[in-house]
């Protein structure tokens, strides 16, 4: 079946301009979560969405950056007015139950600010 | 609080040599432990995972780790690397506590040479 998808897969923005991100989960997948992956460095934790629901959004680093995930399966991770600090891939993955710990991962968006 | 810890950022091993990647982790409750590989511009992918019961995990592609808690410490070896097993690979924890969070690694890149 599908995996994680996410699009664009490569994005360049200006340094201000606002970006989306969009992950298409794997259908059914309850759990949703979104990782920073800066070059050289292992994934870093933003937020985890269960269906609809913002559970933890404990490692968006400033207020610039927004997620949501409004019907519970396609969720979007927002970045305004962006900076070079937030060159980085983002990762998506989800997983099938609440309490179900193997992650499925996207490809990611790499984002390069310039 | 949760964190991981991978001993050497590079490692290098001859085709048919063993390979040993060292995770050590810190964790207030007990841990889910996992490790995943990335391959160049793609998302990370699940090798294997400790959650309760053998303490030898056998995961894909060969690869096995064994969690043992009184050095908090959850390895991975494989008897007889093979050039395809060249990517980076990541060590990570998880625990649920209301939210799910998982904390990885920074990652050690395996080098097989020929």
């Known amino acids: 079946g599908a995996g994680v998808s996410q699009s664009p897969r490569y994005k360049v923005a200006k340094r201000g301009q606002d970006v989306a991100l969009r992950c298409d989960p794997i259908?059914?997948?309850?759990?949703l979560f979104w990782y920073q992956q800066a070059l050289g460095q292992g994934p870093e934790f933003l937020t985890y969405?269960?269906?609809?629901?913002?559970?933890?959004k404990s490692g968006l680093p400033s207020d610039r950056f927004f997620a949501e995930r409004p019907e519970g399966s396609v969720s979007t991770l927002k970045i305004q007015r962006t900076q070079q600090e937030d060159s980085a891939v983002y990762l998506c993955?989800?997983?099938?139950?609440?309490?179900?710990?193997?992650?499925?991962f996207g490809p990611g968006t790499r984002l390069t600010v310039t | 609080a949760q964190s991981v810890t991978q001993l050497g950022s590079h490692v290098s091993v001859s085709e048919g040599a063993l390979v040993l990647l060292r995770c050590n982790y810190s964790?207030?409750?007990?841990?889910?432990l996992f490790w995943y590989v990335q391959y160049p511009n793609q998302g990370l992918q699940l090798l294997l995972k400790y959650t309760t019961g053998a303490t030898l995990v056998k995961g894909i592609n060969g690869f096995e780790a064994e969690f043992k808690k009184s050095e908090t410490s959850f390895h991975l070896t494989k008897p007889s690397a093979h050039m395809s097993d060249a990517a980076e690979y990541f060590c990570a924890v998880s625990v649920y506590t209301g939210g799910f969070k998982t904390i990885f690694g920074a990652g050690t890149r395996l080098f097989v040479k020929a």
């Open positions: 964790s207030s409750v007990p841990p889910y």
């Open positions: 969405f269960q269906n609809e629901a913002q559970l933890d």
């Open positions: 993955a989800s997983s099938l139950r609440a309490r179900a710990y193997e992650q499925y």
């Open positions: 259908s059914g997948h309850v759990s």
